[in-house]
């Protein structure tokens, strides 16, 4: 059985992925994207998106705070949140929905913005029948 994310825990999550996206590199879009992950762990990681010139090369929100994550050891996430600061939410991309599923095929998915609209899911009814790490057992 999956352990409740407390509404303190959550609330924590939610302010700081709306804090990474204040450090948004978003020259090109100006779509400023922030997410918070939670390992495993208990540990904290968050991720702004990151634009480059070429387009192809860059990063979202999502993938950073995963990479993050991943970077400093941690092998399974059980939540992460999304921001945008807009008035409708945005969930993430597809290829974010991938790298989630490596670490948290099961984890819960909150997107989240500057109105009352939210999505609360989990990354497996975002990403069914996703390929992941036990297809190349």
Do not use: W
Not at 42 to 61: D, F, M, P, R, W
Not at 108 to 125: F, P
């Amino acid at each position: 059985m999956k352990k409740k994310i407390s509404t303190a825990l959550t609330a924590r999550l939610e302010r700081l992925a709306r804090r990474a996206a204040a450090n948004s590199y978003s020259p090109y879009s100006r779509f400023a994207v922030g997410a918070a992950v939670l390992a495993s762990s208990g540990k904290i990681y968050s991720g702004t998106n990151v634009e480059n010139a070429s387009y192809g090369l860059c990063n979202c929100a999502e993938r950073s705070a995963v990479f993050t994550a991943a970077s400093a050891g941690e092998r399974k996430i059980t939540c992460v949140v999304v921001y945008t600061p807009t008035q409708a939410v945005t969930p993430p991309c597809g290829a974010c929905r991938q790298v989630i599923n490596e670490f948290g095929p099961h984890a819960r998915v909150i997107s989240i913005c500057d109105s009352k609209d939210r999505i609360e899911t989990t990354l497996d009814a975002l990403l069914p029948g996703a390929f992941g790490p036990e297809n190349l057992a």
